[in-house]
Nanobody, 117 residues
Framework: QVQLVESGGGLVQAGGSLRLSCATS????????MGWYRQAPGKQRDLLAV???????NYADSVKGRFTISRDNAKNTVYLQMSSLKPDDTAVYYC???????????WGQGTQVTVSS
C-alpha cells in the first residue's frame, strides 16, 4: 500500500524559506518520478515541480528559481526547498508519484504552508 506523508509546513513571513519533506513507502521509490503539487482554497491543485528517477527536474513558471525539488533514494523521501516565499504561495502542499505530469494513485494528507505579508 502506497503511503505518502508530507511534513515541514508552517507559518512563515514573506521572503522566508521552508523545506518540505515527503516520506514514502509501498512502492519502488528509486524507480519512480515524483511531483509536488499545491492547492490553495477555492483553486485547483497545481503541479509545481517534478523530479525523475534519474534526478532531472522541471518546475512550473510560478516557482522556477525559488523552489528546488530533490530526492534521497536511501530514505525514500522527496523534498521541496522553498525560498523567497510570497503570500500567494499559501496552500496545502502534496507530493505524489507521477507519470509525466499525471499524478498516480491517492493523495496524502498534505502539509499546510501559510505565508504572511
Amino acid at each position: 500500500q502506497v503511503q505518502l506523508v508530507e511534513s515541514g509546513g508552517g507559518l512563515v513571513q514573506a521572503g522566508g524559506s521552508l523545506r518540505l519533506s515527503c516520506a514514502t513507502s509501498g512502492f519502488i521509490f528509486r524507480s519512480q518520478a515524483m511531483g509536488w503539487y499545491r492547492q490553495a482554497p477555492g483553486k485547483q491543485r497545481d503541479l509545481l515541480a517534478v523530479i525523475t528517477s534519474s534526478g532531472s527536474t522541471n518546475y512550473a513558471d510560478s516557482v522556477k528559481g525559488r523552489f528546488t525539488i530533490s530526492r534521497d533514494n536511501a530514505k525514500n523521501t522527496v523534498y521541496l526547498q522553498m525560498s523567497s516565499l510570497k503570500p500567494d504561495d499559501t496552500a496545502v502542499y502534496y507530493c505524489i508519484p507521477v507519470a509525466g505530469t499525471r499524478p498516480l494513485g491517492s493523495w496524502g494528507q498534505g502539509t499546510q504552508v501559510t505565508v504572511s505579508s
